[in-house]
């Protein structure tokens, strides 16, 4: 009848029966099935004094269960160790160094969305602004070009060119006169001669000034509803004279040939000097 020999796992304590003839004469690697672990079990010891059958001395009887021999020798423990303690060490090193960053990246002051982008629509609402005013600034430096080239838009460069002017003078303490030409007795219509027809025009520049004032070119204009031109001449006063007169007037008139079906009045605009 074979012996047994209890074996006892260094790791978990976990006792095991194994066959005694597996480790004799020299021991050799065993492996716990329940942790895996490997260690050297070396040969039992036999009392030859006082057991002349050749019974080995063993402990007490103790509930076993059965040990997995591992025929294979393993590899060496001790590189694994260091391979597993060096890979724990560096993920060690790198969960650190991450959980820095974020510590770092929360004490960063975050610029909040919402201003940045109220930072944004105040810069582009600032070049508009900038863009506006040279507009304007040009539209007033180049306001005779504009007016012959978009003669359409001629009474609104008036009223800005005059509100410029009022405005500076102002700004300057100075009082602005109210100009001293003035248009009376504006009169058009639209005649018919030998199937011909004709807008005429005719209208009086009084001066109203104290002093006689240089007669100035008058632009006339025949426009449509919507005031776009149709038709632009310019004409100066039917007695070709170059002055009117302290508080008298000069009278200018023209014929326009062919009027457009569409017009619907005349404009009269004193082109300035």
């Not at 900038?130 to 007033?140: D, M, P, S, T, V």
Request: glycine content about 4%; aromatic content about 6%.
């Amino acid at each position: 009848m074979s012996q047994n020999v209890v074996l006892s796992c260094p790791s978990c304590a976990t006792r095991f029966s194994a066959p005694l003839d597996q480790f004799i004469p020299n021991g050799r690697q065993v492996r716990c099935s329940q942790c895996q672990h490997i260690w050297f079990h070396p040969a039992p010891v036999v009392d030859t004094a006082n057991e002349p059958s050749g019974r080995i001395i063993r402990t007490a009887p103790v509930r076993a269960e059965p040990a997995a021999v591992d025929h294979e020798p393993p590899p060496p423990p001790e590189p694994e160790r260091e391979k597993v303690r060096d890979h724990i060490e560096e993920q060690g090193t790198e969960r650190s160094a991450e959980s820095e960053r974020h510590q770092t990246a929360t004490f960063q002051p975050e610029r909040p969305r919402a201003s940045r982008r109220r930072s944004g629509v105040l810069s582009w609402l600032l070049w508009l602004i900038a863009l506006l005013l040279l507009a304007a600034i040009l539209a007033y430096i180049f306001r005779e070009p504009l007016r012959r080239a978009l003669p359409q838009y001629a009474p609104m460069l008036d009223r800005y060119t005059s509100t410029v002017d009022n405005t500076a003078r102002g700004l300057i303490g100075e009082t602005a006169e109210p100009y001293p030409l003035k248009f009376r007795n504006i009169h058009y219509d639209v005649n018919e001669y030998d199937g011909d027809k004709e807008i005429l025009v005719e209208a009086d520049l009084v001066n109203t000034s104290g002093r006689d004032m240089p007669a100035p070119m008058v632009r006339v204009r025949v426009v449509d509803a919507d005031r776009a031109p149709l038709h632009a001449s310019v004409i100066g006063p039917e007695d070709m004279s170059d002055t009117i007169a302290a508080g008298a007037s000069a009278r200018y008139f023209v014929r326009i040939p062919e009027p457009p079906p569409d017009f619907e009045s005349v404009l009269l605009n004193i082109e300035e000097q």
